[in-house]
């Protein structure tokens, strides 16, 4: 069993300097009864190597970026690269047309894009653009599903569909809350109750089109088509939150999986190559609202800055090779059967929601497709799973609501070494 005596330390230290010792609360071991959070020394490919010494297999793969594993060559050169010619300049270049076309060519919706430092920034702006566009104030988007930490989304469900949302954080004001509805993912019929309530007020609905904030959930067949054409007959436009899903499921949005078209996509994560980007775009007369053209502003010191473009053609180079998503399927299916028959071998209450390569294992008996049956789910067997896991050199999210991410990296013995060590933990620990 792995100690963690340096990592213990530093969180010592880290919390005189540090608020709460981390920069994002999701890092800190709250959710899986506190502690001190691992920390990492050095990354390579699916491994992590941890300040005690002690390596790991990497599941989190930094909440969903590092596809194509820690400190790939091709993404490295790319960087050391353009860091030799400069890290910002503040102009226009050619790295930002070159990346801008390689994604309008994966995802051809993006009629015209912009590029930010976030998925926050993405994703407000293109609520910002919605509500230019329409003349409208309000959005509806779907329980559990997170979309960054913008005042606008950081909102709760009020108690139906035709009740206005309450702030979700402290700071955010009742007149933002206002604004936003918010109701069951898979639920036409809490939907329409929304759009039929809110009607003109409504500028745009907000959907994750494959959920991946409280683990991996699809949406069932027809759901997407039908939010899309009921908000469009109430002139409300749609906004695909492709953060966690674009370039995860194969090469390009996951427009390609569901087979409906959103007015606007917000990106970010896998497209950055593990550094800081956002990149949201759409419908050409839609993005034509955006300043230098239109009226709704949106700027950035650091929005399509050189190392950020270069990664991120550099991992995009990386994806578009044959084989690599079905690679990532072929890895995640062992993953998931290896899983299934150790749930099955040690009677554990799990049902594991898996798309090619991210799952999610959840410690409850009915199958998720919705936030309450995700929050069922058993918070303490699962913190009990992940403790298991990280002192035995498994590394996943700290939370039973966030997925597994195989790299291009993992092997077939790195998923063989997982459930050995899973194995271990679901005779000895749970
Ligand atoms: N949207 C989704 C779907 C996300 O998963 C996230 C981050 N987990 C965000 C937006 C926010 O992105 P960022 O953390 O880059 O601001």
């Given at each position: 069993m792995y100690t963690h005596t340096n990592s213990k330390k530093l969180q010592i230290d880290a919390e005189e300097v540090i608020l709460g010792g981390v920069n994002s609360p999701s890092r800190s071991y709250k959710a899986v009864g506190g502690g001190a959070p691992v920390v990492m020394e050095r990354a390579e490919g699916p491994y992590f190597y941890d300040v005690d010494g002690n390596k790991y297999i990497d599941y989190l793969a930094a909440y969903g970026p590092i596809i194509t594993g820690h400190a790939h060559p091709r993404i490295h050169e790319a960087i050391t690269e353009q860091s030799s010619k400069g890290i910002l300049y503040g102009t226009s270049t050619q790295l930002e047309i070159d990346f801008a076309r390689k994604l309008q060519k994966a995802v051809?919706?993006?009629e015209r894009v912009r590029f930010v430092n976030s998925g926050t920034e993405a994703v407000m702006t293109t609520i910002r653009v919605a509500r230019a566009y329409t003349g409208r104030n309000k959005v509806i988007k779907f329980e559990g599903c997170y979309h960054g930490h913008s005042d606008l989304v950081l909102v709760a469900a009020g108690s139906g569909p035709s009740q206005l949302g309450t702030p979700d954080s402290a700071g955010v004001p009742e007149s933002v809350a206002q604004d936003v509805i918010t109701v069951p993912f898979n639920n036409l019929e809490d939907f329409k109750e929304a759009i039929n309530h809110f009607g003109d007020e409504i500028a745009a609905v907000l959907v994750e089109?494959?959920?991946?904030?409280?683990?991996?959930v699809e949406a069932e067949d027809g759901f997407l088509q039908a939010v899309n054409d009921i908000a469009h007959d109430n002139g409300s436009l749609v906004i695909y939150?492709?953060?966690?899903t674009a370039f995860r499921f194969g090469y390009g949005s996951a427009t390609d999986i569901v087979g409906v078209t959103p007015d606007l996509t917000a990106m970010g994560k896998i497209i950055g190559g593990g550094t800081p980007i956002g990149a949201y775009g759409g419908r050409l007369d839609i993005m034509e609202s955006v300043a230098p053209l239109g009226a709704a502003y949106q700027a950035g010191t650091m929005a399509g800055n050189p190392l950020s473009m270069a990664a991120g053609i550099a991992c995009l180079e990386v994806l578009e090779k044959p084989g690599v998503y079905e690679e990532l399927d072929r890895l995640g299916a062992k993953l998931e059967d290896g899983l299934n028959a150790l749930i099955e071998k040690y009677n554990v209450t799990a049902k594991i929601n898996r798309l090619v390569g991210a799952l999610t294992i959840y410690f409850t008996d009915e199958t998720v497709t919705n936030y309450t049956q995700a929050e069922a789910s058993d918070g303490e067997v699962f913190a009990k799973f992940f403790r298991g896991l990280i002192s035995r050199g498994i590394n996943i999210a700290p939370s039973k609501y966030e997925a597994w991410f195989l790299t291009t990296e993992h092997t077939e013995k790195d998923i063989d070494d997982t459930l050995a060590i899973v194995e271990d933990v679901f005779k000895n620990d749970l």
């Open positions: 051809p919706s993006l089109p494959i959920v991946g904030n409280f683990g991996i939150d492709e953060v966690i």
